[in-house]
T-cell receptor
Framework: DAKTTQPPSMDCAEGRAANLPCNHSTISGNEYVYWYRQIHSQGPQYIIHGLKNNETNEMASLIITEDRKSSTLILPHATLRDTAVYYCIVRVNYGGSQGNLIFGKGTKLSVKP | NAGVMQNPRHLVRRRGQEARLRCSPMKGHSHVYWYRQLPEEGLKFMVYLQKENIIDESGMPKERFSAEFPKEGPSILRIQQVVRGDSAAYFC?????????????FGPGTRLTVT
């Protein structure tokens, strides 16, 4: 699976959009971009994933560049409860077999009042 | 639909004892993964199981650690003769038995402390 690079930490004001970048310059054509987050002391929580089109769900939006070498996770209106470590993971579609997730160090997002 | 359940949530063992960690996947899920998170570090994959089969154990330490997912009952991660370095949070995740790529749903974790 391709390696990802994320800033170690970011701050965001409550109510503003949080934009979390991720570089995955060695991504290959069959690899998806996944985002998880881990709120302190809890199990990781799935947020969103995509292949090449932008995706949106009730939690966030995922913007993937046309060359797929980077992506941005957007939390449109960050709240204090969004303070967490956010992990960008690139993952191969094993076509029936599930495979494990490879977590890096992630970005520690601090939402401030 | 209940989420992934893990028990116990906290476990204290003395060096040399055995630790058994249980994971009940979400209803209908037959794929289970175990991850370990050492203090101040990221999650590391340990093992991937389907019912009665170990699919990938490439992340498991060679000694003292074993995992199973029987036909009936929860998945068990067993650590024999625990040492202080085994102190960590152990998370399990599950996913459905469907073709393709599906997200993994994580449990709340078991925090193991070895004294």
């Amino acid at each position: 699976d391709a390696k990802t690079t994320q800033p170690p930490s970011m701050d965001c004001a409550e109510g503003r959009a949080a934009n979390l970048p991720c570089n995955h310059s060695t991504i290959s054509g069959n690899e998806y971009v996944y985002w998880y987050r881990q709120i302190h002391s809890q199990g990781p929580q799935y947020i969103i994933h995509g292949l090449k089109n932008n995706e949106t769900n009730e939690m966030a939006s995922l913007i993937i560049t046309e060359d797929r070498k980077s992506s941005t996770l957007i939390l449109p209106h960050a709240t204090l409860r969004d303070t967490a470590v956010y992990y960008c993971i690139v993952r191969v579609n094993y076509g029936g077999s599930q495979g494990n997730l490879i977590f890096g160090k992630g970005t520690k997002l601090s939402v401030k009042p | 639909n209940a989420g992934v359940m893990q028990n116990p949530r906290h476990l204290v063992r003395r060096r040399g004892q055995e630790a058994r960690l249980r994971c009940s996947p979400m209803k209908g899920h037959s794929h289970v993964y175990w991850y370990r998170q050492l203090p101040e570090e990221g999650l590391k994959f340990m093992v991937y199981l389907q019912k009665e089969n170990i699919i990938d154990e490439s992340g498991m330490p060679k000694e003292r650690f074993s995992a199973e997912f029987p036909k009936e009952g929860p998945s068990i991660l067993r650590i024999q003769q625990v040492v202080r370095g085994d102190s960590a949070a152990y998370f399990c995740a599950s996913s459905p038995p469907l073709a393709g790529l599906y997200e993994q749903y994580f449990g709340p974790g078991t925090r193991l402390t070895v004294t």
